[in-house]
DNA sequence: TAGCGGCGCTAAAGCGCTTTAGTCCGCGCC
DNA sequence: GGCGCGGACTAAAGCGCTTTAGCGCCGCTA
């Protein structure tokens, strides 16, 4: 409501510098707590700032001081089929509120493989958009964490293996989650456990099966696992498959809470009843397993969490400060609901 | 490998101006496809721009030409349940891949209700962070298209009632929609039929509702619309409210795939048949809904092609062509699955 | 043949901030 | 009493781009 003098335009550093009667490069080294200005000064120029509604233009900042306030996150997938599986939004609102706090904008492109999401940190590298990465899905031999190395792009990788990389990485344990979920079905008697597992070329998927395999082996369980993308028609297929075999599985884990669901309408097709006739455990938990009938067993982690973590790494990366090598997110949970019983034959 | 000269920097407009042996306002100029280079320096300029592989640095285009090439999006929700539906997740990638085809970057940013999605905006214009902004979940006398034309921050809606507003909409005609459900619905002899509708301070929602009702009163339906917001206790139990009245619904109508499913998980304990006993229709189709059994009758429309919609209109508005006041998007078609049939009671 | 306009190009300023290199002043010290 | 020093602050340059003003030249007209 009225500002006195100048036309409608935004205050500049030189505004508040002339409203408190100091150079702007005083204001500047008040906004930015550098020593050499009296506390006295100090307040006065924050006052200035309060008062005529001031805020820093990014461009402007991050031209001078070399920081874009931004972080990117570049997703790998069929574009159409994102958005299917919770994961990715929890983690997204994740990491943007841990950003957003500290005022970091977080900026989001969906690519269809790896070579353009290289191009698009390429790209964002060369023309100073992004303060730093966050990378998923990592794959064997992956090219993306010595590129990003190469081109001088601070990222944050979420899991890997849990060894020291190239870049720091936010530890998701899916091996011993895995393992808990083998535990839980051997103790119900499950001894033909059937998985459909995800995309195999993925670090973490093939985690998770040698985790249930590992398992296996050594709680005498017989494993068969079948890859199947994120589509529901290789999920069903791939559950028709394990049910076609010579030794049916009497439970059936599944790598994602989609893929659980799918699998369910396979089930409930060729009338297996849920968990008398045949368990079902979902790896991912979310508010999706529980519209199934009944609800799903399932390995509870907190997504949003995960993403603040990797929000925070990735803050800390930035702003130089010391980031260890390797992250551990908290251990996901075994949240058993209706769909894992007995094994079938075996008295309650 | 191996660059002459200079240190590892990054190329500037002084350096391909150097070594296309021109000055920096001709390559500029060259790039901005302005008059006054000659075709001969132009392509000189350009060849040079390849060969050091320059790229704009974004922070310094902006700080110059005041565009930031950036397009924001602030989405009001429960951080925590944002995901569920697969609708904002498809909307972010049809959004962001008309933007990135013109190496206009997304921003987004999940908050809790529209004072501080307002204060989001204020302090992004502030900023100059965006050139502009898309505005989702219109409600009533919404105070966010007046803000954003008072803080100078270009804006498109979505959806909104189709009538010109203080800023451009995209229109989704929800109303045509939910009519043609309902004729599906009179068509198959339903008469008394259930709506669990949205969050009715949504213009959507009401349009819903009211869509509903009217061809109600057309077409001879005796309609019962239940609020519930997005979780699944409220939708149950706005379900289970239906199948208690005197004269219970043969066919419920759900504003939402996930309210669908969580509704459908009801009735499957309710021990109610689909379509025997009952038919189920969801307003909004997506993988999820092909995941119940049967699946689930819906109303149909691209989520993805809506974003690129949004996009688009955003892309002209923030480059100043002129943008119709509502643009139509492409009507939703009805997708007759297995939820939906004759009547109970009635001969096929 | 002088005048004029347009084309192709350049010099230089400016965007809003950060940072470097001072300047100035008061104080303690030998 | 001169010197050095550190604290408080400023002037000015610079970040990489866009834009405005303007210059020189050529061809055309009167």
Same mark, same amino acid.
């Given at each position: 409501?009225?500002s006195?003098?100048?036309?409608?335009?935004?205050?500049?550093?030189?505004?508040?510098?002339?409203h408190?009667?100091?150079?702007?490069?005083?204001?500047?080294?008040?906004l930015?707590d550098?020593?050499?200005?009296?506390?006295r000064?100090r307040?006065?120029i924050?006052?200035?700032?309060?008062?005529?509604?001031?805020?820093?233009n990014?461009?402007?900042?991050a031209?001078?001081?070399?920081?874009?306030d931004?972080?990117?996150l570049?997703?790998?997938r069929?574009?159409?089929?994102?958005?299917?599986?919770?994961?990715?939004a929890q983690?997204?609102s994740?990491?943007?509120?841990?950003?957003?706090?500290?005022l970091?904008a977080l900026?989001?492109?969906?690519?269809e493989?790896?070579?353009?999401?290289?191009?698009?940190?390429?790209?964002?590298a060369?023309e100073?958009?992004t303060?730093?990465v966050?990378?998923?899905?990592l794959?064997?031999?992956?090219p993306?964490?010595?590129?990003l190395?190469r081109?001088?792009?601070?990222?944050?990788?979420?899991s890997?293996d849990?060894?020291?990389?190239?870049?720091?990485?936010?530890?998701?344990?899916?091996?011993?989650a895995?393992?808990?979920?083998?535990?839980?079905?051997a103790?119900?008697?499950?001894?033909h456990?059937?998985?459909?597992?995800?995309?195999?070329?993925? $670090?973490?998927?093939?985690r998770?099966? /040698?985790? %249930?395999?590992? +398992? #296996?082996?050594r =709680?005498?369980? *017989? &494993?068969?696992?079948?890859p199947?993308?994120?589509s529901?028609?290789?999920?069903?297929?791939?559950?028709?498959?394990?049910?076609?075999?010579?030794?049916?599985?009497?439970?059936?884990?599944?790598?994602?809470? $989609?893929?659980?669901?799918?699998?369910? /309408?396979? %089930?409930?097709? +060729? #009338?297996?009843? =849920?968990?008398? *006739? &045949?368990?079902v455990?979902?790896?991912?938990?979310?508010?999706?397993?529980r519209l199934?009938?009944?609800?799903?067993?399932?390995?509870?982690?907190?997504?949003?969490?995960?993403?603040?973590l990797?929000?925070?790494?990735?803050?800390?990366?930035v702003?130089?400060?010391?980031?260890p090598?390797?992250?551990?997110?908290?251990?996901?949970?075994?949240?058993?609901?209706g769909?894992?019983?007995?094994?079938?034959?075996v008295?309650?």
């Amino acid at each position: 409501m009225s500002s006195a003098g100048h036309p409608n335009r935004r205050p500049t550093i030189a505004d508040i510098a002339a409203h408190a009667g100091v150079s702007p490069t005083a204001v500047s080294f008040a906004l930015n707590d550098r020593p050499g200005i009296s506390a006295r000064t100090r307040t006065r120029i924050l006052a200035a700032v309060a008062e005529l509604g001031w805020r820093p233009n990014v461009a402007a900042r991050a031209l001078g001081g070399r920081r874009a306030d931004t972080v990117g996150l570049v997703v790998t997938r069929p574009a159409r089929t994102l958005g299917v599986e919770p994961f990715f939004a929890q983690l997204v609102s994740g990491l943007q509120a841990r950003l957003s706090a500290d005022l970091v904008a977080l900026q989001l492109l969906v690519v269809e493989d790896v070579s353009a999401e290289l191009d698009v940190y390429r790209r964002w590298a060369a023309e100073q958009r992004t303060d730093g990465v966050v990378v998923l899905d990592l794959e064997r031999d992956d090219p993306r964490p010595e590129e990003l190395v190469r081109m001088g792009l601070p990222a944050v990788l979420l899991s890997g293996d849990g060894t020291p990389g190239p870049v720091p990485s936010v530890f998701a344990d899916d091996h011993a989650a895995m393992t808990l979920l083998a535990e839980h079905l051997a103790a119900l008697g499950h001894v033909h456990v059937g998985h459909v597992g995800g995309v195999h070329t993925y $670090v973490h998927s093939a985690r998770r099966a /040698t985790a %249930l395999h590992d +398992a #296996g082996a050594r =709680l005498g369980l *017989d &494993i068969t696992t079948v890859p199947a993308d994120f589509s529901q028609d290789e999920t069903a297929a791939a559950t028709r498959a394990l049910l076609a075999r010579d030794e049916r599985p009497t439970a059936i884990v599944y790598d994602s809470d $989609v893929a659980a669901l799918a699998g369910v /309408t396979v %089930l409930a097709e +060729a #009338g297996l009843d =849920l968990p008398g *006739d &045949i368990s079902v455990a979902s790896f991912d938990d979310s508010e999706l397993v529980r519209l199934a009938h009944p609800p799903l067993t399932a390995m509870t982690r907190d997504t949003f969490d995960l993403g603040e973590l990797l929000a925070s790494t990735m803050l800390s990366l930035v702003r130089g400060e010391p980031v260890p090598d390797v992250v551990d997110a908290p251990a996901s949970v075994l949240t058993v609901r209706g769909s894992t019983g007995q094994v079938p034959g075996v008295a309650a």
